[in-house]
């Protein structure tokens, strides 16, 4: 989910493109449990492009080409990673994820939208610390 205003244009075919602009992610590890203890966020500039009807972009994190596509880069979902992928991220606040766990989306974000931005963006210092534009494609 783009947590700032992300420039809207189409190409010289038509197709959508939105970005380059700051992304929040939210990836679980797949080698943990699913649950509010494996919930993060990690933010990334990114750029989308219209692929048939869904909007993809990719981004490199620890090494790796990872595939978004739509609303926090898995289509409203957790995007499963690796372990090194999820040490980069910031673990999201239990009330956050209750928040996005009964916000009503479906394929793309619920009610929880705003409050997830909000904590993004008062995050980004943290993601920064970590090295955010170290790996962005």
């Not at 992610?25 to 750029?47: A, H, Y």
Request: hydrophobic content about 35%.
């Amino acid at each position: 989910m783009f947590i700032e205003n992300a420039h809207r244009s189409y190409d010289d075919d038509g197709a959508q493109e939105s970005g380059p602009a700051r992304f929040l992610i939210i990836v679980q590890s797949k080698d943990r449990d699913l649950g509010p203890d494996n919930f993060r966020g990690i933010v990334r500039t990114v750029k989308l492009h219209q692929c048939g009807h869904f909007m993809m972009g990719n981004v490199t994190l620890a090494g790796q080409t990872i595939t978004l596509s739509g609303t926090y880069g898995n289509d409203g979902l957790p995007k499963t990673v690796d372990e090194e992928v999820y040490a980069k991220g910031v673990d999201i606040p239990r009330h956050l994820y209750d928040a996005w766990n009964t916000g009503g989306g479906w394929n793309s974000a619920g009610s929880e939208a705003q409050a997830l931005r909000h904590w993004a963006l008062n995050t980004c210092k943290i993601f920064k610390r970590f090295g955010e534009e170290d790996d962005t494609e």
